[in-house]
């Protein structure tokens, strides 16, 4: 199994080059977004995965088809790839994948949150709200947050997931089990400063794009 990921800027120069790409309807989409800020997220987001699976298949990112899968999800037509997307502030972070559903999270650090331990207490399982406790240090409290996102995103659970049912220690840039997910692993990803993201995946080869 081969995952490929991709983490992209949201810049002027992207939104109109990959403007092209989007399919009527997800250009009706677009507009129907309030702030500017998300239209540009969309084109960026929804385009370089286009332009991914399109390379990846061998085929033109302009003809590629969707569907809603279940809670909404949407997926390939044809099924030939799993997929997932995620933005915050101005990057879009994608996962592309072939035997395996696959969930990315990124997310902007918030360095003067001052409720860490208290929404760890609240969210996480009960060792993850210990590490936050003990270091409380927004960068591992967003690493874990976003791990725990990603897994959730790849399971397809939603909602119907509660995030303290599993734990995600240890995150690192390895594949590590999710306990009490099996099957499952998580891995954290390097990104810009600022930022801490994560993919989730049945295993298999991580390639950065």
Do not use: C
């Amino acid at each position: 199994m081969r995952t490929e990921v991709a983490i992209v800027s949201v810049s002027a120069a992207e939104v109109d080059a990959l403007r092209p790409l989007l399919s009527a309807d997800e250009r009706r989409k677009v507009e129907r977004y309030r702030f500017e800020a998300d239209r540009r997220r969309s084109i960026v987001g929804r385009g370089t995965l286009r332009q991914l699976l399109g390379r990846r298949l061998g085929r033109d990112p302009r003809e590629l088809a969707f569907v809603e899968g279940p809670q909404g999800k949407p997926a390939l037509e044809r099924g030939e790839l799993e997929f997932n997307v995620s933005h915050s502030g101005d990057r879009v972070a994608i996962a592309i994948a072939e035997g395996t559903a696959v969930g990315i999270d990124i997310e902007v650090e918030q360095p003067r949150m001052t409720d860490l331990a208290q929404l760890a207490r609240r969210y996480f399982a009960p060792d993850e709200a210990a590490e936050v406790e003990k270091e409380e240090d927004a960068a591992l409290f967003f690493t874990i947050w976003t791990a725990k996102e990603a897994v959730i995103k790849a399971v397809g659970g939603g909602l119907s997931i509660e995030l303290a049912s599993f734990s995600v220690l240890p995150v690192s840039t390895v594949w590590g089990d999710v306990k009490n997910m099996a099957g499952w692993r998580v891995a954290a990803l390097q990104t810009d400063e600022g930022y801490r993201a994560a993919i989730a995946a049945r295993g298999g080869e991580i390639v950065r794009l």
